[in-house]
């Protein structure tokens, strides 16, 4: 009952910048953490940035400086600028939502995935 919609990925050349979105919609009490992960081909998933519902954020060593994790409660919506892109920034970037759909009961958290979104940094 909960989906999570990326866009903003695409194609640029290294030391670009992107803006990837991520809104959630369906049937849910709150948003908790909120964050980006990515996957490279042959590689496995790893976390780019998370910030939580008070707007506290984590990046990974690798995009730290560069990376901007925010987020807009009212909209339900995370963003991820990204900047300075390198070509190893290549991967599909995939939202994550930590949503309670229980009144705010602990036990009614649970993750939540979008499909994912490809960034490709190339010359």
């Known amino acids: 009952q909960v989906q999570l919609v990326e866009s903003g990925g695409g194609l640029v050349q290294p030391g670009g910048s992107l803006r990837l979105s991520c809104a959630a919609s369906g049937s849910f009490f709150s948003i908790k953490d909120m964050g980006w992960y990515r996957q490279a081909p042959g590689k496995q998933r790893e976390l780019v940035a998370t910030?939580?519902?008070?707007?506290?954020?984590n990046y990974a060593d690798s995009v730290k400086g560069r990376f901007t994790i925010s987020r807009d409660n009212a909209k339900n919506t995370v963003y991820l600028q990204m900047n300075s892109l390198k070509p190893d920034d290549t991967a599909v970037y995939y939202c994550n939502a930590r949503v309670n759909t229980d009144w705010g009961l602990s036990w009614g958290d649970n993750d939540y995935w979008g499909r994912g979104t490809q960034v490709t940094v190339s010359s």
């Open positions: 910030i939580t519902s008070d707007g506290s954020t």
